[in-house]
């Protein structure tokens, strides 16, 4: 009798995770860019491969199959299961028309209150140099708002600056991932495209006038196919990366995800299989300098150090470089101050920031937080795709300042289609 007590909580002990684990939550790989969420019973997977599908949730059925995959989402590199935040972010690139539909009818009666910019728009150089200045606190002129070895050396604390600040001592090892001086010292651009992935950019006709401006940021590495260059334009000379990417794309290039250190098993096939996938990520921005935000809090410097490390492996072209906590938390506390209170500005916003330190003219293209325009069309939430949108930032707040920006002569925003 007693045994079958002891018997039935131990039964207990062990059906309780198999119930717990849900099949569905698993990642499974397939090779090239696809990632998917399946059943056990997904008639999809066959269709791997083939063309975009959407697939409206059912309770018991999910099965999502995304095509051209931005690189914010995860990469199924790997069979393994999605942690929550990455379940988190697979959620909200389910496509759910009902949730489609519903931010669309709300935007459209919000676009109805939002001013359109002033028309007639001259850059305004005494404007725009107050901003540049106030942007950075005066602080990190010269365009040095990279972590340099200028401006670092062996024991220097840089603090992070997400939530809670990290000390992290920068070690003779590391010190050799800065570069000597910020590539951007001499230099200063005409004329700067800075393009956020907006829905707007669809059907824009905007890619010429981008690639006619003399350097081109882009960000979060987006998909650039060749169906998008009529509204996006070809060329990129900076891309930014968000350091989460190395884990949920690249699975850390096969470390163990405790550690993330530099200790690849550079042999092995998960290496091997991160590495290429990476590397074949990257192909579509040419030549373009890595922007990649290491300095948030201490695990994303360990991905971004690890990134960096694949790359000067394989002796790629890109230049990676880290843009200095210091400069973000001045740039942070100057939009802060202007009303946009978050944890963190967009990524938009801060290449914003750093496009009027390295160029005169800053020109600003996919910037529009609403699901419909101004002549009441659906938009998607980026050019190419229909993801719901992250509650990360105050996009409405940061997209009032950049009209802002736009009205007193400081930079130009364009939420039409180019001529
Ligand atoms: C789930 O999928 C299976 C196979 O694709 C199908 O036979 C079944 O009817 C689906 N169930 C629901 C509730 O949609
Ligand atoms: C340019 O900006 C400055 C400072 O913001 C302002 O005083 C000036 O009137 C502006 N010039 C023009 C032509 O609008
Ligand atoms: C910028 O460079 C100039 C000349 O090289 C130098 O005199 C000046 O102090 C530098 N300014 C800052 C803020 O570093
Ligand atoms: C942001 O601004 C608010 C006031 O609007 C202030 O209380 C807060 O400390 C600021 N936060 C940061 C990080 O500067
Ligand atoms: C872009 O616009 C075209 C034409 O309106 C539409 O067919 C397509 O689905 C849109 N693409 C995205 C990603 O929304």
Known sequence: MRQIFCALPQLFLVAVPLLLFNPSETVRSRYPVRWTLVTPTSSLLKDLGTEYKEEINSATNTTVV????????????????????????????????????????????????????????????????????????????????????????????????????????????????????????????????????????????????????????????????????????????????NPGQVNFRYNSFGNKKKFEKIAFKRASKAFQEAKEAFLQDLSVYGDSYLFIEAFLYKLSAKRAFLAHQVLLESHAKYEVIFPHPDFIRSVHSYWNESGVVAPRVSTGLLMTSVATQICEEVHLYGFWPFHSDRNNRRLTEHYYDNALPSDAHKISEEFKQLQRLHNTGVLRLTTTACQ
């Open 66 to 241: 995304l095509k051209d995959t931005p690189m914010e989402k995860p990469r199924n590199v790997i069979v393994r299961k999605l942690t929550k935040s990455e379940k988190k972010v697979l959620q909200r690139y389910t496509p759910n028309e009902l949730a489609a539909q519903r931010l669309f009818l709300a935007d459209q009666e919000a676009v109805l209150s939002i001013p359109t910019e002033a028309p007639g728009w001259v850059y305004n150089k005494t404007a725009a140099d107050s901003f540049r200045h106030r942007v950075i606190s005066g602080r990190f002129g010269n365009s040095s708002f990279l972590v340099t070895q200028e401006n670092t050396h062996v024991n220097t604390n840089l603090k992070t600056y997400f939530r809670k600040p990290q000390n992290i001592k920068v070690t003779t090892e590391e010190l050799r991932r800065f570069p000597k001086e910020s590539p951007f010292k001499t230099r200063r651009f005409k004329t700067c495209s800075v393009v956020g992935n907006g829905g707007i950019l669809n059907g824009s006709g905007c890619g010429e006038e981008i690639d006619a401006s003399e350097f081109v940021l882009r960000c979060n590495t987006p998909p650039m196919d060749d169906k998008y260059w009529k509204d996006i334009g070809r060329r990129t000379n900076l891309i930014t990366m």
